[in-house]
């Protein structure tokens, strides 16, 4: 029996949250929190966010700002965060895929996705040349077929590419049977989008003007709403 997919997707902040910089108090500028220079790039930097993980938040008074009410993001830095009821949620289903780091006195900790999925390279742009000095280069692009990425197995888990954007963090999906857990518990704060079967990618090419039904699941997003 198939079963759909979704990427995640999060445009709720009210204001910036990083994990990596620190802003100053005139909010006009920010930079680079000591603990992390190593991860990053001295010439274009772009940074390692695995790295960066393996590190991790002790003694960093890292502070995730949200708005009201939600318990999952994405960073402006791409990393993937939930709050302790949201985790204990996840953890006491089972769902597979991930680990975890806290932020110290935050109430949130931060998700590293272990699912790591071959995908179809050719989706993304690459218009810009690799940095001389990291060799990392920036990818703009988006997954939109069940085609182009290698689903997994496991019916409750998260999972991603298994490369980088290169100027930002892992595209994270999650199984059907996870959004509707992240949705029956109350999960808020992004929006999952369903990637097209390979019928809808034929009936889109056909006509232009088609429309899949069912593609959005918004999680509490605040950005807008939208209706298939």
């Known amino acids: 029996m198939h079963s759909p997919c979704y990427q995640f997707w999060t445009h709720d902040q009210s204001?910036?949250?990083w994990l990596t910089r620190v802003i100053d108090k005139d909010h006009d500028g920010y930079g680079l929190r000591f603990r992390?220079?190593?991860a990053f790039c001295p010439r274009c930097c772009k940074f390692d966010e695995d790295a960066v993980f393996d590190i991790g938040w002790e003694h960093t008074?890292?502070?995730?700002?949200?708005?009201?009410?939600?318990?999952?993001?994405?960073?402006?830095?791409?990393?993937l965060c939930v709050t302790d009821g949201l985790l204990r949620i996840l953890e006491k289903a089972g769902v597979k895929g991930f680990e975890h780091k806290p932020l110290p006195e935050s109430g949130w900790h931060?998700?590293?996705i272990t699912d790591r999925r071959k995908f179809d390279p050719k989706i993304y742009r690459t218009p810009e040349p690799a940095c001389a000095v990291c060799k990392r280069q920036?990818?703009?692009?988006l997954l939109r077929f069940e085609r182009e990425i290698e689903l997994p197995k496991e019916k409750l888990t998260f999972f991603s590419t298994d490369k980088p954007r290169g100027q930002g963090g892992y595209d994270i999906f999650v199984t059907d049977k996870l959004r509707e857990l992240l949705v029956e518990s109350g999960a808020k704060g992004g929006e999952l989008h369903r990637l097209l079967t390979d019928e809808e990618e034929k009936l889109q090419k056909e006509n232009p003007k088609w429309k899949p039904k069912n593609v959005l699941v918004s999680l509490g997003q605040h950005r807008h709403t939208v209706t298939d």
């Not at 920036?138 to 692009?141: D, I």
């Open 110 to 112: 931060v998700l590293r």
């Open 15 to 17: 204001q910036f949250n």
């Open 61 to 79: 008074f890292v502070r995730i700002r949200p708005r009201k009410e939600r318990n999952i993001l994405k960073t402006d830095d791409d990393f």
């Open 36 to 38: 992390f220079i190593g």
């Open 138 to 141: 920036g990818h703009y692009g």
